[in-house]
């Protein structure tokens, strides 16, 4: 798959030492980088990415996945959630049909980030009875509104 990987300054160590892991996986990664101090334009870039398809996937990090788990969601077509387990890291794609991950790079260590991205990303989002249409109420509103 390909994946678009951005995070604030704070992050940016985290970030490289996880982009290489991705790759082991068999991913290819472009990085979106981590200059800028207002982490929603890096993570909206990636979102907007993702969103139009150009990436699979795309994982952000910041200090505590929240700043731009929130950014990235308000580009239209973008799905983040911030994981802080494999558990939620296999549902964000199985339940909720997720594009984006996010993760804090202050509050998770590398091992566990390392568990929740394989997870995240061998994941498929198969439609299913359970989550399909909570999945489809989601994506109706946001075509509505």
Do not use: W
Request: glycine share 8%; with cysteine; hydrophobic share 40%.
């Amino acid at each position: 798959m390909k994946i678009a990987v951005g995070c604030d300054p704070n992050a940016e160590e985290f970030k490289q030492q996880l982009i290489p892991f991705i790759e082991k996986l068999g991913h290819e990664v472009t990085d979106f980088g981590s200059d800028d101090s207002i982490y929603a334009n890096v993570a909206i870039e990636v979102a907007e990415n993702v969103a139009a398809k150009k990436f699979d996937r795309g994982i952000l990090f910041c200090g505590t996945g929240i700043g731009v788990m929130l950014a990235a969601n308000k580009v239209k077509g973008a799905y983040a959630a911030v994981v802080g387990d494999a558990y939620s890291a296999q549902r964000a794609c199985l339940s909720n049909n997720c594009n984006i991950i996010t993760i804090g790079s202050q509050v998770t260590g590398y091992k566990k980030a390392e568990v929740m991205i394989e997870e995240y990303l061998k994941a498929t989002y198969v439609y299913n009875e359970r989550s399909g249409k909570k999945v489809d109420r989601i994506l109706e509103y946001e075509r509505t509104h």
